[in-house]
């Protein structure tokens, strides 16, 4: 079984600061036939369903602003906010869709500082 | 515009069932594979179930095999969860989730409806 950890569990940053999320799963979910990695990024506000900002490891979902971007391979990934506003403090999950038993990260709690 | 409502959810006893549905809407329901993810109070995201836009191919979460059956209806655009044996753990906000265009990650979400199981 796939295992998502994500690091760190929580982090608080400046605004205007970049914030850094990694996620590391226990096996490859890089497919070779099409090199395309089965790794997404989701948002999730109190009270809110998780929002979809990444998925194929670096691909933006449409309305998610440029300063999220995702990046890695295999199995080390991470989630980079360039420049932090007062609407992205919120959790932040990473999940493997390579397995259809989907499994997602812990959650990293991101803080505005 | 694509919209998930989930519905169903409430307060049960443990040992005991539940169905939820899903009312799909916007998009060409038969097309898409959808899943079941929940969210225990205060704890991250659980993926439970999957099943294919056909409704032949079908996978579960270890918690939940054997004790909880998706199914869908494409004629009435609506996704299904029976759930049985309840327990205290299942306590949870539980999400209808459709699949993307290009992939199974997970781009629509419904707002969950919450379960208790609790006496």
């Known amino acids: 079984d796939f295992v998502m950890t994500q690091s760190p569990d929580s982090l608080a940053v400046s605004l205007g600061e970049r914030a850094t999320i990694y996620c590391k799963s226990s096996?490859?979910?890089?497919?070779?036939?099409?090199?395309?990695?089965?790794l997404a990024w989701y948002q999730q506000k109190t009270g809110q369903p998780p929002r979809l900002l990444i998925y194929?490891?670096?691909t933006r979902e449409s309305g998610v602003p440029d300063r999220f971007s995702g990046s890695g391979s295999g199995t080390d990934f991470t989630l980079t906010i360039s420049s932090l506003q007062a609407e992205d403090a919120a959790v932040y999950y990473c999940q493997q869709y390579y397995s259809t038993s989907y499994t997602f990260g812990q959650g990293t709690k991101l803080e505005i500082k | 515009e694509v919209q998930l409502v989930e519905y169903g959810g409430g307060l049960v006893q443990p040992g005991g069932s539940l169905r939820l549905s899903c009312a799909a809407s916007?998009?060409?329901?038969?097309?898409?594979?959808m899943n079941w993810v929940r969210q225990a109070p205060g704890k991250g995201l659980e993926w439970l179930s999957y099943?294919?836009?056909?409704?032949?191919?079908?996978y579960y979460a270890d918690s939940v095999r054997g004790r909880f059956t998706v199914s869908r209806d494409n004629a009435k655009n609506s996704l299904y969860l029976q759930m049985n044996s309840l327990r205290v753990e299942d306590t949870a906000v539980y999400y209808c989730v459709r699949e993307g265009d290009s992939g199974s990650y997970a781009p629509h979400w419904g707002q969950g409806t919450l379960v208790t199981v609790s006496s």
């Open positions: 099943i294919r836009s056909s409704g032949d191919s079908i």
């Open positions: 916007g998009f060409t329901f038969s097309a898409y594979s």
């Open positions: 096996q490859n979910v890089l497919y070779s036939s099409n090199n395309k990695n089965y």
């Open positions: 194929w490891a670096s």
